[in-house]
C-alpha cells in the first residue's frame, strides 16, 4: 500500500498562480452549446488549447522553473516530453534566458517539434530520442545526471502540480453554477492531481472524472491494482496521454481525490476530435479531446447538470488529419477492409461494384496483384458505407456472389498493416 507523502496546498497553488501571472493566459469557460443540446446539460469547456503555447503545460513548466535559484538555473535546465510540456519549457526558458535542452521521443509530431523550437528560439536544442515517452524520458536523466542540470519533469514534481492546479483556481472563479461534474484528461496525471486537489478542498460536492486512453490505461490499471503500477505496452496514438506509468504523487493524490477514472476508445477520441471542428471551428488534438469524449459515457448521469470538461491542448499536427478520420470512421463502423477473391474473367470487377456494392457504398481502397494461375485473384478493397447497418447485408451480398475473402478489421494480425 502507498502512502500519500505529499497533498498540494491551496496557499502554494494561489502562490503559483500569481508567478504565472502575465505568464499563462486567463484561458476562457466557455459553454459549447451544441455539447449541451446534445447531452441536455450546460457543458462548459476550460479553453486551455488557447495559451499561447497551446495547452495547459505552461502552467506548471513556468511554476517550476521560477521556484529554482540562479544556481539551479545556470546548470541548464532539461526536460522529456512527447511535446505539450517541451514548449512549455521552451517558452519559460526563453522568458526566463535559461539554457535548456528538450528531449522528445523519435516518433512526436513534427508540428510539435517546429513549435517547440519557435517558442525556445536559441535558448533550447532538441534531441529525438527513443519510441515512447518512458525511453525519453531515461535518456533525459542520464543526460541531466552527467552534466548536473535541472530536471524539469513533466507531471511528477510538486511545483509542477500546483502549477497545473491554477486551471482549478480558474474554473471556480469564472463559472456562476456550482459544478457537478469536472471531466479531466490523464497522461501522467499533473493535471488531474493538482485540478482536483483545488475541487477537493473548494468545491467538496463536484464528482471528479479522470479520462484516459483505451489504449493506455495506466491511472485507471494502478488504482485497480492499489498501487502504481507500469503498463507492458501501450498504443501511442494519443502521445499527449500514452505514459506506461503515471507519476507516484500524481498516483497516491487522484486514488484519492477522483470519483472514477474511465478509458475511452482512440476512435472515439478521432470522433470528437472531428465533431469539435467540424461544429465548433476547435481544434483539439487528440489528448485534449479525451475529457469531452467521456461525456457519452455519463450521458444519463449528467442530465440537467452542470459539467467542466478541460480541453486541454491544441497542438495537432495536420498531417495526421487522416488518420484521424480512418480511425473515426473505423469506430463508427462505417469503415471496413476486406479480402475480395475476384473471378479470373471480364466483367468481375463491373460486377462487383454493379451487384454487390450498395448505391451509397464508396471504395476507399482497392490493391490487387495477381501472381498465380488460381480462378480468382484476391484484392484487399477498403469500402465507405453510409450506415453502419449496412455492412452485413453488404457482406451476404459478397458470399451469394462468391466475392468474399475474408473481414480483415476483426482480425488485428493482418489489419495493422492497413491503419
Known sequence: MQTLTYFPQLDDINKAAERLRGIAELTPLMENFNLSKTYSAKIMLKREDLQAVRSYKIRGAYNKMSSLNSEELAKGIVCASAGNHAQGVAYSCRKMKVQGTIFMPAATPKQ????TAMFGAAFVKIELIGDTFDDTYKAAITYCNKHKSTFVHPFNDEKVIEGQGTVGLEILDQTLVPVDYLFLPIGGGGLS???????KTLSPNTKIIGVEPKGAPAMQWSIQQGKNTEL??????????????VGDKNFAICRQNLHEVLTVDE??????ILNLYNKDAIVAEPAG???VAALRQYADKIKGKNIVCVLSGSN???TRTAEIRERALLYSGLKHYFIVRFPQRAGALREFVSEVLGPEDDITHFEYSKKHNRETGPAVVGIELKNPEDLYPLIERMKTRNFFGEYLNSKPDLFQFLV
Open 112 to 115: 510539435k517539434i517546429e513549435q
Open 193 to 199: 492531481a493538482g485540478v482536483s486537489s483545488v475541487f
Open 232 to 245: 507492458k505496452e501501450i498504443d501511442k496514438f494519443i502521445d499527449g496521454a500514452a505514459v506506461k506509468k
Open 267 to 272: 476512435g472515439e477520441v478521432c470522433q470528437i
Open 289 to 291: 479531446a479525451l475529457s
Open 316 to 318: 495537432n499536427d495536420i
